[in-house]
């Protein structure tokens, strides 16, 4: 147990060097990570690492797919509802269906119960790789809205089918009819525990005494909770804590009220899910040499090529479905006539970044190792081979490729929204105004009496005058941009000095360690403030 935990934590350690280098060339991570789970398995005595699979589904999954709703706006996700329900639902059963046919033809002695499996598992797209792909690059807001949308909700459709399929494959029976009426209960219930466990959670939150430490714990613990409250009672845990994670991100405002709690469980999160990624693909690169030594028949070979196979098809397809679910609504419909038109650059960008991660790999993990009867799963390790080939294949060649696509295309908005910096700088107006009206109508003496009010009074006369020329300067030529531009390399050379001068202090002892984390802190919420990196 000892050297395993070492074994991993040693592994972390290296591929965190690896992000690092990925972060320096501007390579998006969950690529350096698959090469990283490939490059593990050639690791000379690299011992092998038996997990429960469905430990693995229960450890990976809930917080992976909580984090996804909590960062997905409810706004935007309704607003496009039509196009995120197409690609999550329609093209998740497209590429479940067409995967599962093509595979009992491609590769022998596969049945369909098996194509389904492995359709289920390979179908949706990773959030997280896309989302890293095109950070930094000028993508219209409407294409990261439908992609983050299509997958947090393809994740649960496509686990959804994997169960189905995995219950067919183990039972050998399977009605389409009857999986249809069940695919709505358990849904439908799942997001009926997700709302009731929500609401708890939501009580919990606002009206116990907790501290900033406890809310971001219990923050851990509700994507658990909400999946094994789902499962204990059979119904779908993954719509169960998609649907609580969109709750309790809709009424964190009213929460988690205080600076402290909301950069603690930001920073708690964003580490969690990163570990998490690390963690699956060193999974993978540890399981490699006994999924490989596990194939029977079927050599390596067999497995890329039937990889690769599968791989064309899913790419192939995604370009096949979104098109006509593009353009087909704007021709049948008028309503759908009004929106902006996307043109052929929008969907090829959704089209070509419908890369596969972190999701698929955990749920083919997942795959029990025995059936009921005490016999192999059959296929367990072919099936699981694939979907890394498939991973590889989508992540590296997309990856890589698509930042190259948009800036050949030249994508452009296309929707008439106002820009991020204009909206920044409309809230901080509106915000100082509140604030202002408050001292004016109930301490105007205290105002004048009080020299700390009296202080705060013209920080925020100074802020509203300072951000009503900031929304005016949005509207200028290039040469006023480049000049706010250069203000913030000023900022930031500002703060990198200070920043330098706490740790001259820290060195002098003269103030407390307290004191200068304090303003330490100040200083990130001031950079955050200046890049925007507050989410």
């Not at 965190?16 to 005595?45: C, D, H, N, T, W």
């Not at 851990?220 to 609580?244: D, K, Q, W």
């Not at 999974?283 to 064309?312: C, Q």
């Not at 030529?477 to 990198?496: A, C, G, M, N, P």
Request: hydrophobic letters at 50%.
């Amino acid at each position: 147990m000892h050297e395993n935990l070492l074994l991993i934590l040693g592994l972390l350690f290296a591929v965190f060097l690896l992000v690092m280098l990925a972060e320096r060339i501007k390579i998006a991570y969950p690529i350096f990570l698959v090469v990283a789970g490939l490059a593990i398995s050639f690791i000379p005595g690299i011992p092998k690492l038996a997990l429960d699979p469905e430990l693995i589904f229960l450890i990976f999954l809930p917080p992976l797919l909580y984090e996804a709703a909590w960062y997905t706006s409810w706004k935007d996700f309704w607003k496009w509802k039509r196009a995120i329900s197409l690609l999550a639902f329609g093209l998740v059963f497209f590429t479940s269906t067409m995967v599962a046919y093509a595979s009992v033809n491609i590769i022998p002695g596969f049945t369909l119960a098996l194509g389904f499996l492995l359709g289920g598992i390979i179908s949706p797209p990773d959030a997280v790789a896309a989302a890293t792909v095109l950070k930094g690059m000028k993508v219209p807001k409407r294409i990261l809205t439908i992609l983050e949308g299509e997958s947090l909700v393809n994740d649960a459709s496509s686990l959804i089918v994997f169960r189905f399929a995995l219950a067919a494959v183990v039972t050998g029976a399977f009605s389409f009819q009857q999986a249809t009426g069940q695919f709505f209960l358990v849904a439908g219930m799942g997001i009926v525990v997700g709302l009731v466990g929500a609401h708890i959670m939501y009580f919990i939150h606002r009206f116990l005494p907790t501290t900033p430490a406890i809310d971001a714990a219990l923050t851990v613990m509700t994507p658990y909770i909400l999946f094994l409250a789902a499962e204990s009672f059979h119904f779908s845990g993954v719509m169960a804590v998609v649907t609580g994670g969109l709750f309790i991100s809709y009424r964190s405002h009213e929460i988690f009220t205080t600076g402290i709690t909301r950069l603690n469980m930001l920073g708690v999160w964003k580490t969690l899910i990163f570990v998490m990624n690390a963690l699956v693909f060193i999974l993978i690169g540890l399981s490699l040499p006994e999924i490989i030594a596990g194939l029977g028949e079927h050599s390596v070979k067999d497995g890329i090529i039937y990889g690769t196979y599968i791989s064309i098809i899913a790419i192939t397809l995604r370009f096949l479905w979104v098109y006509p679910a593009t353009h087909l609504p704007r021709l049948l419909f008028k309503s759908v006539r009004k929106e902006a038109n996307p043109g052929w650059k929008g969907p090829l960008v959704v089209s070509w970044a419908g890369m596969r991660g972190v999701v698929s790999l955990a749920t083919a993990l997942s795959i029990p190792i025995l059936m009921t009867n005490g016999q192999a799963f059959p296929f367990r390790n072919l099936i699981i081979f694939i979907t890394f080939v498939v991973i590889f294949i989508t992540l590296v060649i997309q990856g890589l490729t698509l930042p190259l696509i948009i800036k050949l295309i030249g994508i452009e908005e296309i929707d008439d929204l106002v820009s991020e910096d204009e909206q920044q700088a409309g809230i901080k107006l509106r915000m100082s105004r509140v604030a202002l009206g408050v001292i004016d109508r109930n301490y105007p003496e205290a105002a004048a009496e009080n020299e700390l009010i009296g202080f705060l009074k013209k920080d925020l006369e100074d802020d509203l005058q300072s951000n009503s020329k900031r929304l005016a300067s949005l509207e200028c030529d290039e040469t006023e941009h480049q000049e706010i531009e250069f203000y913030k390399q000023v900022l930031s050379e500002i703060h990198h000095k200070q920043r330098h001068e706490l740790f001259l202090l820290r060195k002098e002892k003269i103030y407390s360690d307290e004191e200068i984390r304090k303003a330490e802190m100040q200083l990130d919420l001031d950079e955050m403030k200046i890049n925007g990196s507050i989410h």
